[in-house]
């Protein structure tokens, strides 16, 4: 008899196993949002082709969101809570496959996806034409944001403060790798005020057209490594006078690595401008970079090679 007790309590104590969420016409849920409220932690939700007219605040954990093959995935809004089309506030959520197109809030920092609970990953995703892509939370220690294989395009927008194509707030570190930012309209393809961030393998690019500011912006300092990526200053840039910026807001991280390695940088201004600007007292290390256009190297500490 006490047995049969001590298998029956380990049996209600055991997590229900995980369970994939079906999303889309005739689906369960019909929505993204209807599969949220329903999801446990460990639950996959599969959304169908389509586009969804749907806005998401994920509170559970260890959620996977991701596209059914067949079709694009495109969430419009609007925005949830005056922030985003998806806000992750819990942990560990893994967003696969979906396009987030314009997001608008009244501030002017609508976003793809807003982050506010710690570990995003976002792998084969697009974001076009929002205020931002992804905006987090400014103050999120330890937390960690991992982007592959994604795009973003079009994104960026000036009100009373700036939008960015990627705002990283103070998280531990920031990926991103095999990536797209391109065409920002405004404001920094790539703010990132984490203690780390790591950029390999992506095209950070202005357009003909658009008014961007700096492509990659590090503005507290952290440790930075930038490898075998493919940058370029369009003709039209609002800030003309460097590509990568270190510690501009003032370093209040510590500062150990500043990495930039292979990358093929192209000035398209009809002016000299810095591709690399460091205002940390940390050397940079400069080594085996591209450079086309009127383009100074470094300014401020480092080497060149």
């Known amino acids: 008899m ?3 007790a001590a298998l029956l309590a380990l049996l209600l104590a055991a997590p229900a196993a995980a369970e994939t969420l079906r999303v889309g016409p005739g689906e369960r849920f019909a929505v993204p949002s209807a599969a949220a409220r329903e999801a446990r932690a460990g639950d996959r ?3 169908a082709p389509g586009t969804y007219r749907d806005c998401t605040t994920f509170r559970t954990p260890d959620l996977t969101i991701e596209a059914a093959p067949g079709g694009a995935v495109e ?3 609007p925005v949830c809570g005056d922030k985003a089309l ?3 506030s819990a942990p560990r959520i893994t967003i696969i496959g979906v396009t987030f197109r314009g997001a608008v809030a009244s501030p002017g920092n609508g976003a793809g996806i807003r982050m506010e609970g710690a570990d995003l990953t976002v792998r084969n995703t697009r974001f076009i034409d929002n205020q931002n892509g992804i905006l987090t939370n400014a103050n999120m220690p330890g937390a960690r944001l991992m982007i592959e294989n994604s795009s973003f395009i079009g994104n960026g927008f000036l009100l009373a403060e700036c939008a960015h194509g990627l705002y990283a707030g103070r998280l531990a570190l920031v990926v991103i790798r095999q990536s797209r930012f391109e065409a920002t309209r405004r404001c920094h393809h790539v703010k990132s005020r984490a203690q780390r961030t790591e950029i390999t393998d992506t095209l950070i690019a202005d357009g003909d057209n658009h008014q961007a500011s700096y492509l990659v912006d590090i503005p507290n300092g952290g440790d930075l490594v930038l490898r075998n990526s493919e940058l370029r ?4 840039a609002e800030n003309t006078e460097a590509a990568v910026v270190i510690g501009a807001e003032g370093v209040v991280h510590p500062t150990t690595t500043l990495q930039v390695f292979g990358n093929r940088f192209t000035n398209l201004m009809p002016r000299n401008t810095v591709f690399v600007r460091n205002r940390s007292q940390t050397p940079v290390d400069l080594q085996a970079n591209s450079l086309s256009g009127q383009v100074t190297p470094l300014e401020g500490p480092g080497t060149v090679r």
């Not at 200053?233 to 039209?236: A, D, E, I, N, T």
């Open 75 to 77: 969430i419009t809004g």
């Open 45 to 47: 939700i599969l959304i």
């Open 233 to 236: 200053k369009g003709p039209r």
């Open 2 to 4: 006490m047995l049969r």
């Open 86 to 88: 998806f806000v992750t």
